[in-house]
């Protein structure tokens, strides 16, 4: 099947040469073949000029190779799947040498222009030797044509004895002058008739049918579509049909063949993810029963495909109710894929040139040939890109495959949260990118980026979880033309990783100290309270905070007496007091908190607490003579301390008891008593008036008449009780007294202790 040559005959050319000067032949520009019935001829892309033609010469006779008469002549040019120049010619075509049916010549001229309009002629000899022998009947189904050949019909056995007489393969008027050919054309009539025409051969042949006959056969050729053909629809598939009869006169014997011949015209579709032909299968025009099928050979490009290679490639051919169906799978190797963007929308076109070499016998014909070119595309199916996401959380980072790209598809870019990520800086990011070829000629990409990204973004969830999240745009370069697909993906990954901040606290000289460490999500995300109040600028100048970031911690002290703190009880060891330090998460609302107590060591203090009651705690020490704290009471003198040491007493009471007096002064009520040094008298000894006390402090608290109490905190030397009141000063605790609703609330609950 490969013997074949290309003869540069320079100087023969030379003299039957009518035409312009050969140039000489660049190498590898050209391949010829020697298919069964054709000559093949195909010219390299990057050789084709601006334009280009074929010329076949035999002899002086020069014609160009296009249209009806390269139809009607057995002439196919294409260009092919990869943009190489095509040129078919069937043995048995016009101007083709024959000889003795043993060997066929062409001579061929390719003519290229270049954009100049320079032309340039190459004159290429085809030789093809006959490969395999000529059967019976052959069909060719081209892409513009339909041929038929059979043998010449033998005389019949009575005149044996008689020389065979060849009608000489002459110039019409002599021997063929008076062959018929009889076209029988199915009428549209309802039952179903058939009509005949009878038409001279030269009738025939304006008619559009090329007829001849060589040595040993006669032949019948004809484009699509010309006059007296006839479309048929079997079963899924259209199929174009001449049915026609040759008669001739032999001698005196009257012989008659059929040159019937039929092509599918079906194109391809696409079924499911396969390319589907489908041609009949036994087609009455030219088959006559019992039919037997003899041989099926497939191929694409122009080889016969192996069943092991067709198979490797997914090919199917299966007969399917006396339909073939032919599958190829879209963009299987032998074709060729074409990527576009259409509409945003990543699609292909496949094309693949396909031929069919079929044989069966029937009762007419000992042996038929049927070999079918067909060019097969399939026009911008949309071909999704199919990302997967292979992200396993605990590698933290994206693994993301984008899947399958032919070969003219290259990723240009790739842009994650608006932000193209730069292959310069990629390995130093932690960002890979690889390509993978699969055997069937397509790759996938595949993106893997760290979740440590700058470009990720990340949402706490709670519970430490943290979703990370990559929106990406990869874009994608078309070859040749340059077109962007761009695919947009987003990708999550969920991952308990989370560090949460942590609250750490201490007690001052000054106040409460607190930490509060940073953990790993952003500390943006959090809101710092302090005694349930959001700590801003305007609090930590109201309450004289100190606030300082560290690297990895924040420091806060809170100082005694200021916003924030709350009251929880007074004793001998001093003031209780606590700093409730919270971190909320702004979205999940998910909470971190910490309560740092501390005391505050102090001699002398009045808390009028909110529920009502007054605790004291007043200090003898400086009374001279001194005075046992144990003989101290209040207004009511069987109000006795609650505790004491060698000089200091603690009462605490209500202020509707212990002899408390209340004023009425406007809004508000001043509650007042006082501490006195009231020492037991032994029982026999008792006065008669109570003694004039030699130490008395006064207390006092006022609250509003209506409203609710607050917790205010003096010094007793400095209550509000000393008339007159407008000298009441809440001493150095006066911010103290403005402490908002929520946090009184939460002194009123504390008890009272120490
Ligand atoms: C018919 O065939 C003969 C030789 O076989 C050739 O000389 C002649 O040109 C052919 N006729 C046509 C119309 O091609
Ligand atoms: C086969 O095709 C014929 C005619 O096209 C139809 O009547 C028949 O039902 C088909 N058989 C099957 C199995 O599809
Ligand atoms: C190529 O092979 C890959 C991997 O086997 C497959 O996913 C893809 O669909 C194939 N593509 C074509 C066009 O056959
Ligand atoms: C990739 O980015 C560069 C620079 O930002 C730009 O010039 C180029 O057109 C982009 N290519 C694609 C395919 O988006
Ligand atoms: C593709 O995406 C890039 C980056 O988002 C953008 O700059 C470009 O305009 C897009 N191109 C097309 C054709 O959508
Ligand atoms: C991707 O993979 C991760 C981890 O297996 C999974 O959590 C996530 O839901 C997947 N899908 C998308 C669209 O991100
Ligand atoms: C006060 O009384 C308590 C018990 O009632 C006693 O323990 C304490 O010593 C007394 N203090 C003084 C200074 O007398
Ligand atoms: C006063 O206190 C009561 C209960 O303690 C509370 O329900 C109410 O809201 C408070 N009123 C004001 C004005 O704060």
Same mark, same amino acid.
């Given at each position: 099947m490969v013997m074949y040559y290309v003869s540069l005959l320079w100087f023969l050319l030379f003299g039957l040469c009518p035409m312009s000067v050969p140039d000489s032949i660049p190498i590898g520009m050209f391949r010829t073949d020697c298919h069964d019935r054709h000559f093949w001829l195909s010219?390299?892309? /990057?050789?084709?000029?601006?334009?280009?033609?074929?010329?076949?010469? =035999?002899?002086? +006779?020069?014609? +160009?190779?296009?249209?009806?008469? $390269?139809? +009607?002549?057995?002439?196919?040019?294409? !260009?092919?799947?990869?943009?190489?120049?095509?040129?078919?010619?069937s043995y048995l075509a016009c101007l083709v040498e024959n000889q003795k049916e043993t060997e066929y010549r062409l001579l061929v001229w390719f003519i290229n222009r270049d954009s100049n309009g320079e032309e340039k002629s190459y004159p290429l000899l085809l030789t093809c030797p006959l490969q395999v022998p000529w059967g019976p009947r052959e069909l060719v189904c081209e892409q513009n044509y339909m041929e038929v050949s059979v043998l010449k019909p033998q005389p019949p056995d009575n005149h044996i004895s008689t020389a065979w007489v060849t009608p000489a393969p002459v #110039?019409?008027? #002599?021997?063929?002058?008076?062959?018929?050919?009889v076209f029988r054309i199915p009428t549209l009539s309802q039952e179903g008739g058939i009509r005949e025409e009878t038409v001279p051969l030269r009738m025939a042949h304006l008619l559009g049918y090329h007829i001849n006959t060589t040595d040993s056969r006669i032949l019948l050729r004809c484009a699509y579509g010309s006059k007296l053909a006839y479309t048929q629809q079997w079963g899924e598939t259209d199929v174009e049909e001449v049915s026609a009869t040759i008669l001739y006169k032999l001698k005196w014997t009257l012989l008659t063949v059929d040159m019937s011949v039929a092509c599918a015209i079906s194109l391809a579709q696409m079924d499911g993810s396969d390319v589907l032909w489908s041609l009949p299968r036994d087609l009455p025009t030219l088959v006559h029963p019992p039919f037997i099928e003899k041989g099926l050979k497939f191929g694409v490009g122009g080889q016969y495909l192996s069943e092991c290679v067709a198979h490797q490639r997914g090919y199917m051919i299966h007969d399917n109710n006396r339909t073939l169906e032919i599958r190829i799978p879209f963009g299987a190797e032998g074709g060729f894929i074409k990527s576009h963007v259409i509409d945003g929308l990543y699609s292909q076109s496949y094309f693949v040139d396909v031929f069919l070499l079929r044989e069966w016998e029937d009762k007419a014909w000992s042996l038929t040939q049927q070999r079918t070119f067909r060019a097969l595309f399939i026009y911008h199916l949309p071909r999704p890109v199919t990302l997967v996401n292979k992200t396993v959380p605990s590698q933290r980072e994206f693994s993301i495959s984008l899947c399958c790209f032919p070969y003219d598809v290259s990723l240009g870019n790739v842009t994650v949260a608006a932000q193209p990520v730069l292959w310069e800086e990629m390995e130093r990011n932690g960002v890979r990118l690889s390509q993978n070829p699969f055997p069937n000629n397509t790759y996938l990409y595949l993106f893997q980026m760290p979740f440590s990204h700058p470009l990720i973004s990340q949402k706490y969830l709670g519970d430490r979880f943290r979703r990370y999240t990559l929106h990406?745009?990869?874009?994608?370069?078309?070859?040749?033309?340059? #077109?962007?697909?761009?695919?947009? =993906? %987003?990708?999550? =990954?969920?991952?308990?990783?989370?560090?949460l901040p942590k609250l750490e606290g201490e007690c001052t000289v000054r106040g409460v100290h607190t930490l509060a460490y940073y953990g790993n999500i952003d500390s943006s995300e959090w809101s710092l309270y302090v005694g349930g109040m959001r700590l801003d600028w305007e609090l930590v100048e109201l309450g004289g905070f100190s606030l300082d970031p560290h690297e990895l911690y924040l420091s806060l002290e809170v100082p005694l007496y200021a916003p924030g703190? $709350?009251? #929880?009880?007074?004793?001998l060891q001093g003031l209780l007091v606590s700093v409730l330090v919270s971190l909320v998460h702004l979205e999940t609302a998910e909470e971190q908190t910490h309560v740092q107590r501390c005391v505050f060591p102090v001699r002398e203090l009045l808390v009028c607490l909110p529920d009502g009651r007054m605790v004291v705690m007043v200090d003898t020490a400086g009374v001279s003579p001194p005075l046992n704290p144990n003989h101290t009471a209040l207004l009511d003198p069987a109000c006795r301390p609650l505790e004491t040491? /060698?000089?200091? =007493?603690?009462?605490?009471?209500?202020?509707?008891?212990?002899?408390?007096? $209340? %004023?009425?002064?406007?809004?508000?009520?001043?509650? &007042?008593?006082?501490?006195?040094?009231?020492?037991?008298?032994?029982?026999?000894?008792?006065?008669?008036?109570?003694?004039?006390? &030699?130490?008395?402090?006064? !207390?006092g608290c006022v609250h509003?008449?209506?409203?609710?109490? %607050?917790?205010?905190?003096?010094?007793?030397?400095?209550?509000?009780?000393?008339l007159p009141m407008k000298n009441a000063q809440k001493t150095a605790f006066h911010s103290h007294t403005r402490h908002p609703e929520g946090l009184d609330q939460k002194m009123h609950s504390l008890p009272v202790g120490g």
């Open positions: 010219v390299d892309s /990057n050789f084709l000029g601006h334009k280009f033609r074929f010329d076949v010469q =035999a002899g002086t +006779e020069i014609h +160009e190779v296009s249209g009806q008469w $390269a139809a +009607e002549c057995g002439y196919t040019m294409a !260009l092919d799947s990869w943009g190489d120049l095509l040129l078919r010619v #110039e019409l008027g #002599e021997g063929l002058r008076e062959w018929r050919v990406g745009v990869f874009s994608f370069i078309l070859f040749p033309d340059g #077109e962007i697909y761009n695919h947009s =993906a %987003t990708v999550e =990954a969920e991952l308990q990783d989370v560090v703190m $709350a009251y #929880e009880g007074l004793g040491d /060698n000089s200091r =007493a603690i009462f605490s009471f209500s202020i509707d008891s212990c002899g408390t007096v $209340a %004023t009425h002064d406007g809004d508000q009520v001043i509650y &007042r008593n006082e501490v006195r040094n009231m020492p037991p008298f032994p029982p026999h000894l008792r006065p008669l008036s109570q003694p004039q006390p &030699r130490y008395r402090v006064p !207390l509003p008449e209506n409203r609710n109490h %607050t917790l205010s905190i003096y010094l007793p030397s400095h209550s509000p009780t000393l």
